[in-house]
T-cell receptor, first 112, second 112 residues
């Protein structure tokens, strides 16, 4: 079974730009969650998608948005990038009634 | 967003030594999890705890769910070089798809 794959692995953007990060969930998983991990910190929950709808959101502004597709893959979009958005963005997939999350290796976003 | 308090922040030990780390929260969780994160990777689940007072082992790892439901402990016995990494605790209100609230992490380094 394939795990969670994220793309790209690294990205450099300029302040004010927009970015889209992608995630393919593990086979058999129907729920995708996104986390932001700043350097030296633990991951922080951004939001979760289930059945193509947002199903819970952390303390992040509306310029952080997402999508889930019928094949359960997902995108994280961030508009009007700020320097503080520089972080590792982790995608995690799970299944309803299943055994927790499987995390991807993340996308390292640097905003300059 | 909320982060759980982990201590110590970092540990420098010799191979073969035992390791203890803990995690505390200001709020109650119904599930506690311990993850390990290697450089350039996402967190990997080590142990999940579902019941207050529960003690669970996974090989050389042993974790306990505090009786108050506001803390958890992880012990690693007879450390080996591959134990190097960052250990995160995470609280969850219900096991499965609910969001994870992570700790600040404990970085383990093994001195040759």
């Amino acid at each position: 079974e394939t795990g969670v794959t994220q793309s790209p692995t690294h990205l450099i953007k300029t302040r004010g730009q927009q970015v889209t990060l992608r995630c393919s969930s593990q086979s058999g998983h129907n729920t995708v969650s996104w986390y932001q991990q700043a350097l030296g910190q633990g991951p922080q929950f951004i939001f979760q998608y289930y059945r193509e709808e947002e199903n819970g959101r952390g303390n992040f502004p509306p310029r952080f948005s997402g999508l889930q597709f019928p094949n359960y893959s997902s995108e994280l979009n961030v508009n009007a990038l700020e320097l503080d958005d520089s972080a590792l963005y982790l995608c995690a997939s799970s299944s309803t009634g299943g055994y927790g999350y499987t995390f991807g290796s993340g996308t390292r976003l640097t905003v300059v | 967003g909320q982060q759980l308090n982990q201590s110590p922040q970092s540990m420098f030990i010799q191979e073969g030594e035992d390791v203890s780390m803990n995690c505390t929260s200001s709020s109650i969780f119904n599930t506690w999890l311990w993850y390990k994160q290697d450089p350039g990777e996402g967190p990997v689940l080590l142990i999940a705890l579902y019941k207050a007072g529960e003690l669970t082992s996974n090989g050389r790892l042993t974790a306990q769910f505090g009786i108050t439901r506001k803390d958890s402990f992880l012990n690693i016995s007879a450390s080996i070089p591959s134990d190097v990494g960052i250990y995160f605790c995470a609280g969850q209100n219900n096991f499965g798809n609910e969001k994870l609230t992570f700790g600040t992490g404990t970085r383990l380094t093994i001195i040759p």
